[in-house]
Structure formats: structure tokens, C-alpha cells
């Protein structure tokens, strides 16, 4: 009885771990009925929670549009909040589906970490945040200053970096979470906090009086921030990748979220591509062929989301900079669909 | 004709049947060595599939990772330490500090642990009380909140370096830490350690002595004031030959920070106070358990013998009151231990901060680190309980 039982549970062991080396992801999370998202632990603008437990934000809309696209439900999501720290081994094991997390796409994080990342949401940098009373004026004056940073992210390389590079002297202390990192520097332990520049606005909100913190002109680096899904499955790298492919070809064509049902009955036939009324190109990603509009109707265009959440609409003020249409000035493009 | 007693029948075979295969012989055995055969499949299957998965995967394997350059800066290093140098480095750098806030919070814990359970056993109606209400206290909260309130409670009540509070313009304390002048040594410092050194020898020697006059011939000799002469006047005196041993690093505001002197940081002063007033709560019940299980009829012999209080406990109690005490209190020697890798949520960079999160975050290879840094934790508990072990038998051996 005892070795029937054991054999048992070693089949269980071998067969859940051959499911997970080949997982066919979109399958599994239709039949699941929901999509689970990583996100972050709170940051406003990209993903956070707001006060009815509501989550926003650039990165959230990624998943929602994921999820409208598969469902036609923004909401069938379990968002599941990750420390920098964390957020790979969850995408690893199989507990996320699609990690958006404001994470900075590098070279061996595509290689190492068995995930790829499937394009940029938006285009960040490393800045400095300070307080206005220590009168600094550029990155350069803070020689022996003492940085607070979030432990586990590119932040810490290009700080060290950035020091070593220009004979500057600093002291790091890294912590856990975003919130700790915020919470010491407020409280004086550092002089400097540093991270992307997207992120020091959306921290120097959260800050008693916001006004009294400056963000440096310089900017060390170059932060491309994407979503990442699990190595070895193609389609499911598609559905992450067109997805927002579909949000920029959305705001380059002009749909909205509201003329969205209006442009669908165009004529163009570059619109009956995208629209589907010609051709079955969501089909052949394994979605519907009404996937652009759904996930439109959604979450509205690439510009809507962003403004909505970092731009001029939003807390934030971000301009688009380099998040602008590559046609409008900035680099944000979307292969054709068709 | 002389009759050759009988040899025994040999014993060899029932023997080794019964330690192989226990009462059930060898059947017993082949049950158990096919139990081990699943054991050793099972565990082969984990590491083959592991393996594999991770390929398939393509997330990288193996431990070459260790020679890569880290890359990253730490805010406290025992030795010398750059962002260039290897993930090994980095780990050796993440376990030095581990061991330091797990020594010198075992140190206090049980120095404060004991002073609380004396306390606590004093017939000092209010003594006895505070110290209850020590005990009661702290060990009801969780220590992950307690170390968050001492760093956070440290660091909102120290100025910036700026305005910070200063001692004869040369100890400093700040929301930075304290920092102190470093003592650097001069051309003297070899002859003051060697006096030092020899003095001590030499005032060892002298309690010996005089440990064995009481014990032999009930000649009770005063020898302290000897003793104390002599560690301070041979190292004075060498100083006055070879000059001062030591000359002072006096630290100086400069920028945003102070140059020069020893700097210790406030997440090691908050985790180490948090660590070792928690860990002394639990201290303090395990001695004071340990001294009421020695009976009282000792203490009484004592004091009939015209023992002070202090002497009884120091002398009769606590010596006997030990063997209680020993193995729960490495139990919590070991809590101790393992509660510093809580340090991550302050930022104080251990273990588990710099080596199984930094590093594990920037190589993706949590498999390995998440492995080492279990078998280092283990390590250094089977290390610690084989110390008190040790100690334990010499106790228990001298009390024959």
C-alpha cells in the first residue's frame, strides 16, 4: 500500500514538472479563466493599487489588455504583487503567466533567466532624487553622499557604475522593497535615492512634501522597461508581444477607446486588417479576430494608457519624450499588422 | 587425549543480521536497503528533472556564476570589498557580516538574558517586576517589528551628519551611524600588544597560584590589585619606551559624509539591539527555569555557610542550574542566528540580503544561491550546537 502510494505521488512529481518545461501558457490560462499578472508591490502610475483595491497603472493595462484580449474581460486577472527581489523566480516556477513590472529589459536577463522580454511599454532612465536643501545641483556634487536603492535591480549596477566612472566615493544601502528604500531616505539615513527616473516621480509623490525633493537632470542609463514571459513558448510570446504592438498600431491609426466601434466598420483596408472584418490575423495568434478593439475598448491606445496614467492626465506629469510615436518625435513603433 | 572445548558457534552472522536488518533479520534488510534504493532514486529523479527543466528553459545552471564580477557596492564589509570584485567575494563579505551581528548579539543577549532572569528571581519587589514586564513584553511582539522599530526609532531620533551630536569634535553620532577615530598603528603598537600580552599571561598565572594557596592550604591572597598593576603598568610602561602604540584617524565632515575614522552603521546597531533584547527575553525564562530547578536546599547550605547571595548564585547555583540551562539555550543561540536574515528589511547588508538577494537577482540562479546559503545557515547551527555540546560535556564532567 505504502510503495503504491509513493509511486503515485513520484508520477504527480514527474508529470506536473514535464508540464511545466513544455506549457502551452495561452491554453492554460484560458482554461483557467484568468490571467495571472506580476506587478508591483505599488508604484503609482505603472501599477498600483488604488483605494478600492483597483489596480492602475502603464503595467496593469498591459495585463488587461492581455486579458481582454483572451476573455473580452479586463478583470478575469490575479495580480500578484512582487518585490524586485522576486519577480523572476515567480515568472520562472510558473506562478505568473506575464511579468509587468517595470523591468528593465538587458541582455542577460533575456539569456539567463530562461524568460524574454517581449518589447518596451516605456523607455525609463536611472536618475537621482534629492532633497532641495542639500542645494545639488548635478549627479556630479554627490561625492560621499550616501544612496538608498532597491536591492535586486539594474539601479544598483549603474549607481556603482556611475561612481566608480567619475572617482566618486558613496555609500549604498540597499533594501528590500520599494516602500523601505522611500522610508529611510525620507527619513534622513541617505542623502540620495535613486532609481528610474519614471519611478523617483512616482515615489516623490508618496513623500510628505513632495516639493521639497528634486529629481537631477542627469540620466545614467538607459532603462528600457518591458513585460517578460517564460522561455519556450512561442505563442504565448506572441499574444504578450502583439498585444502591445496592437495598443501603439492603435494610437499611430487613430482608433480610440471611443471611436473604437465607429472605426471598426471602416472601409480602409488597413483598418479591416487590424479590425479583422478581413483576413484572421488574431486567429492566427490563437486570439479572436475582433482582439484589437477588444483590447482597445479595454484599455484604450498606447497614448490613452499613457496619459491616463503617467502623462499629462495623471498625478505624474510625464511628458512622452522618447515614449512619443517614432512619427511624433519620440521611438515607441509597431511592426505593420497585417 | 586432551578434549578440545567447543568453540561457540560464531556470532558474526546473527550479528550483523540483527544490525543490518533489526529483530525481522534479512528480510529486514532487503526492506531497507530497497528504501534507501527509493530514496537515492527519488533524489536522483529531483536533481535529473531540476536539470532538465532548467535547459529546456534555458535558465543558466551550474556554479560558474561565483567567478563573475558582482558589480554591486555593499554598505559594510569586514574585508576589503569593491564592486569588481567576484560573486564569491560577495558572499564571503554577506557571511562575515552575519557572523558578526550573530556573535555580538549572542553576546549581549545572554549577558542581559541573565542579568533580566537574576532579576526577575531578586526579592527587589519592583526589580523583580520590571523585569517581568521585560520579559512579557518583548517576547510578545514579533522581531520583525522590533527590528523596524529600533531602526526606525534610531533613525528619526539622530540628526544628519551636519548637526550631528559630537564628543570632543571626534566622535560623532548622526542618522549615518557612530562614527569614532580609527586607531592606526604606529611604530609602538608591537611592543604594547607583546606587554599586554605578558601581562596577562603573567596575572593568569598569579590567580592560579593563588587558587591553589586557598584550595590547599585555605590561604585566601589577595591578588586582584597585582594582577590589575600589572595589565596596566607593563603596556604604560612600554608606551613610555617605544612611544604611543596607536595614533587616531579623527574622522571630518566632509561633503555629505565623514573621511576617516570607523564608522558603525545604525542598521547594524538596530538589528543587533532588536536581536539580542528579543532573543534575551527568551534567555532570561530559560535561566531563571534553569536556577529554580536547583534545589533550594542548596542555596540554603550555602547561605548557612555564610555565602552572600551574589556567591551562592555565582558559586553553588548557577554552575549546577547550567546543565538545564545549556540546551535550550542554544536553541536559541541558533533563533538568534537565523533571525538575522531579517536584516534585508533594513537594509543591513547580510547573507541573505547581498548573497540570496542581490546576487540571486542578478544571476536568476536561485536553485545554487538559495542551496549554499541553506547549507551555510545549517553549517553554522551544527557548528554553534557542537560548541555548546562541548561546552556542556566539560561542564558536566567537572561536576562529575
Known amino acids: 500500500m505504502k510503495r503504491v502510494s509513493l509511486v503515485l505521488t513520484l508520477a504527480v512529481a514527474a508529470g506536473l514538472s514535464a508540464q511545466a518545461a513544455s506549457a502551452q501558457t495561452l491554453k492554460t490560462v484560458k482554461d483557467r479563466g484568468m490571467l495571472s499578472c506580476g506587478v508591483s508591490q505599488g508604484l503609482p502610475g505603472f501599477s498600483s493599487p488604488d483605494d478600492k483595491g483597483n489596480w492602475t497603472g502603464l503595467d496593469v493595462d498591459i495585463c488587461r489588455a492581455i486579458a481582454a484580449a483572451v476573455f473580452n474581460d479586463p478583470s478575469k486577472i490575479k495580480f500578484v504583487p512582487l518585490s524586485a527581489k522576486d519577480r523572476f523566480t515567480a515568472l520562472q516556477s510558473g506562478e505568473i503567466d506575464v511579468l509587468s513590472r517595470n523591468t528593465t529589459w538587458t541582455l542577460s536577463r533575456d539569456t539567463s533567466l530562461g524568460a524574454n522580454f517581449t518589447g518596451v511599454t516605456y523607455y525609463d532612465g536611472q536618475g537621482f532624487l534629492v532633497k532641495k536643501s542639500l542645494q545639488v545641483k548635478s549627479a556630479l556634487e554627490l561625492n560621499s553622499a550616501s544612496v538608498c536603492v532597491q536591492t535586486g535591480t539594474t539601479t544598483e549596477q549603474n549607481l556603482a557604475d556611475y561612481f566608480k566612472g567619475n572617482n566618486m566615493k558613496y555609500e549604498v544601502i540597499a533594501f528590500a522593497t520599494a516602500d523601505e528604500t522611500v522610508k529611510a531616505y525620507e527619513s534622513g539615513r541617505c542623502d540620495v535615492f535613486t ?32 513585460p517578460m514571459v517564460r522561455h519556450g513558448d512561442d505563442q504565448w510570446f506572441d499574444v504578450v508581444k502583439w498585444t502591445l504592438f496592437a495598443m501603439v498600431s492603435a494610437e499611430e491609426l487613430g482608433i480610440t477607446q471611443k471611436n473604437v466601434d465607429e472605426m471598426a466598420k471602416s472601409d480602409k483596408p488597413e483598418l479591416k486588417r487590424v479590425f479583422g472584418t478581413d483576413g484572421n490575423l488574431g486567429e492566427q495568434l490563437g486570439l479572436t479576430k475582433d482582439w484589437v478593439s477588444r483590447i482597445v475598448k479595454a484599455v484604450g491606445n498606447y497614448g490613452e494608457s499613457f496619459e491616463r496614467n503617467v502623462g499629462a492626465g495623471s498625478k505624474l506629469g510625464i511628458a512622452r519624450g522618447l515614449n512619443q510615436l517614432w512619427n511624433k518625435g519620440g521611438i515607441q513603433y509597431s511592426p505593420p499588422i497585417r | ?41 527519488i533524489a536522483y529523479e529531483i536533481v535529473a528533472n531540476a536539470r532538465a527543466n532548467l535547459q529546456a528553459q534555458r535558465i543558466t545552471a551550474g556554479f560558474g556564476f561565483l567567478a563573475n564580477n558582482a558589480g554591486f557596492d555593499v554598505s559594510q564589509s569586514l574585508i576589503p570589498y569593491s564592486g569588481s570584485d567576484p560573486y564569491t567575494r560577495v558572499f564571503l563579505v554577506g557571511l562575515l557580516n552575519t557572523l558578526l551581528v550573530s556573535v555580538i548579539g549572542i553576546f549581549f543577549a545572554t549577558v542581559l538574558g541573565f542579568l533580566v532572569a537574576l532579576g526577575r528571581l531578586s526579592p527587589n519587589w519592583l526589580l523583580s517586576r520590571i523585569s517581568g514586564g521585560y520579559v512579557e513584553l518583548i517576547r510578545n511582539l514579533p522581531v520583525l517589528f522590533q527590528i523596524l522599530f ?24 548622526s542618522n549615518r551611524g557612530l562614527v569614532v577615530p580609527k586607531p592606526v598603528g604606529t611604530a609602538g603598537f608591537e611592543p604594547f600588544v607583546a606587554a599586554l600580552l605578558i601581562a596577562i599571561v603573567v596575572a593568569i598565572a598569579l590567580w592560579r597560584y593563588a587558587r591553589r594557596q586557598l584550595f590547599l592550604h585555605g590561604k585566601m591572597i589577595k591578588v586582584w590589585p597585582y594582577a590589575l598593576g600589572l595589565v596596566i603598568g607593563l603596556p604604560l610602561l612600554s608606551a613610555l619606551i617605544f612611544g604611543a602604540p596607536v595614533k587616531f584617524d ?35 525564562e530559560i535561566v531563571r527555569a534553569g536556577i529554580l530547578s536547583v534545589h533550594k536546599g542548596q542555596m540554603e547550605a550555602g547561605s548557612s555557610l555564610g555565602l552572600q547571595r551574589g556567591s551562592v548564585l555565582r558559586l553553588i547555583v548557577i554552575p549546577q542550574a547550567l546543565r538545564v540551562i545549556l540546551p535550550p539555550l542554544t536553541n536559541q543561540y541558533l533563533n538568534l542566528t537565523k533571525n538575522s536574515s531579517l536584516a534585508v528589511a533594513i537594509g543591513y547588508p547580510d547573507l541573505v540580503s547581498v548573497f540570496a538577494g542581490t546576487t540571486l537577482s542578478q544571476t536568476g540562479q536561485a536553485i545554487e544561491i538559495i542551496g549554499i546559503t541553506m547549507g551555510v545557515y545549517l553549517l553554522i547551527s551544527l557548528v554553534t550546537s557542537a560548541i555548546m555540546s562541548f561546552y556542556g560535556w566539560r561542564i558536566s564532567r567537572s561536576m562529575g
Open chain 2, 1 to 41: 587425549m586432551t578434549i578440545e572445548p567447543r568453540k561457540p558457534p560464531s556470532q558474526f552472522i546473527p550479528r550483523l543480521q540483527r544490525a543490518l536488518g533489526g529483530s525481522a533479520g534479512w528480510s529486514g534488510f532487503i526492506v531497507q536497503l530497497l528504501f534507501v534504493a527509493a530514496l537515492a532514486w
Open chain 2, 250 to 284: 579623527v574622522p571630518v565632515l566632509r561633503g555629505f559624509n565623514f573621511a576617516g575614522g570607523s564608522r558603525i552603521i545604525p542598521e547594524f546597531v538596530a538589528l543587533t539591539l532588536a536581536l539580542s533584547t528579543y532573543t534575551a527575553a527568551f534567555i532570561a
Open chain 2, 150 to 173: 529600533w531602526y526606525l526609532a534610531v533613525l528619526a531620533a539622530l540628526p544628519n551628519p551636519r548637526q550631528s551630536i559630537s564628543i570632543l569634535d571626534s566622535i560623532f553620532l
Open chain 1, 195 to 226: 532609481s528610474d527616473v519614471s519611478q523617483l516621480y512616482a515615489e516623490r509623490l508618496k513623500l510628505a512634501n513632495p516639493a521639497d525633493h528634486v529629481v537631477l537632470p542627469e540620466v545614467i542609463s538607459k532603462e528600457p522597461l518591458g
